[in-house]
């Protein structure tokens, strides 16, 4: 809240990533199906009927309205007009284990699988494209997908092989700036901000500000302690927040320090969302 104070919206368990509305509403995956958390209420929707699999990955609102859920084993499913329908095999979606979900510069979803590689997917036209290593995908598994702030024409997409850019259907090592890196990427995000620098991670190892100046660069991880981060945000006051592992960190000019919580221990965060009020 405004105050700086924690208020406990569910006792759900395994709570993955958060999707924040724009009319307010948070989304979530709990084991009792889709949850929406809206002025102080908390809502499900069946487990058995409408989430195939209640372990959520992914989420993202497309431009048409429709939310689009990616499961860790029944692939994608999508809501719209309070209607949730998997969209899997049988409409030539043949994607187990969904790790990230981007929009396409043309409004197209792209979505990363688990050993699966990437796809592209229109609501209307289906499967539009798939691309694995064989095509330069960096790694079986897509975990992490990004737009750039600069260059709206592509997507970054990181896997354990290393960083790579999508642009109209194919995929270069060397992204826009110069930027590349070929070790495991687990987490890319393009800096709104200072939109010249990208922050990425592996799954274990320091947090690397790719494409910054060597002042930002050299204080990347200045008072992070070690652990994985699993998200990073620029907050409505301008701040750049990262989660993960060892709790919720902000960047100030000399480093990153620690934010607190009111006596909550913040431990294994996951997700976060902002609302309007900031």
Same mark, same amino acid.
Do not use: C
């Given at each position: ?10 006792? =759900? ?8 509305? %724009? ?5 979530f995956?709990?084991?009792k199906? +889709?949850a929406?958390?809206?002025d ?7 487990? #058995? ?5 209640? @372990? ?32 899997? !095999? ?5 994607? =187990?284990?969904?790790?990230?979900? !981007? ?23 289906? +499967? ?6 064989? =095509?330069?995908?960096p ?24 960083? !790579? ?5 194919? +995929? ?33 190892? %320091? ?27 620029? #907050?409505?006051?301008? @701040?750049?927040?990262?989660?993960? =592992?060892?709790? +919720?960190?902000? @960047? ?13 221990a ?6 976060? !969302? ?5």
């Open positions: 809240s405004r105050e700086g104070t924690w208020r406990l919206v569910s006792r =759900e368990t395994g709570v993955g990533p958060v999707y924040l509305d %724009p009319d307010g509403s948070v989304w995956g709990s084991r199906g +889709l929406r958390w809206k102080g209420r908390l809502e499900y929707r069946g487990r #058995d009927t409408i989430l195939p699999d209640w @372990r959520v990955r992914a989420i993202l609102r497309d431009r048409s309205g429709d939310l689009w859920v990616g499961t860790f084993s029944a692939g994608l499913a999508r809501l719209r007009v309070g209607v949730v329908r998997a969209v899997g !095999a049988r409409e030539g979606l043949d994607l =187990e284990g969904t790790t990230a979900v !981007a929009l396409a510069p043309n409004g197209d979803l792209l979505a990363g699988g688990f050993e699966t590689g990437l796809v592209q997917w229109h609501p209307v036209n289906g +499967l539009v494209g798939r691309w694995t290593e064989d =095509e330069g995908l790694g079986a598994t897509v975990w992490t997908l990004s737009r750039d702030v600069l260059d709206a024409s592509g997507v970054w997409v990181g896997g354990d092989g290393g960083l !790579a850019w999508w642009q109209d259907g194919r +995929l270069s090592r060397i992204g826009p700036r110069g930027i590349a890196h070929g070790g495991p990427l687990r987490l890319v995000f393009a800096d709104p901000q200072d939109p010249g620098v990208l922050w990425a991670q592996a799954e274990k190892g %320091p947090l690397m500000a790719l494409g910054a100046p060597a002042g930002v660069a050299a204080t990347a991880n200045t008072g992070l302690p070690d652990g994985r981060i699993r998200f990073m945000h620029r #907050d409505r006051r301008g @701040r750049l927040l990262a989660g993960g =592992e060892r709790g +919720l960190f902000v @960047r100030a000019a000399t480093g990153w320090r620690g934010v607190p919580a009111g006596g909550v913040l431990r294994e965060l996951k997700a976060i !969302a902002e609302g309007r009020d900031g």
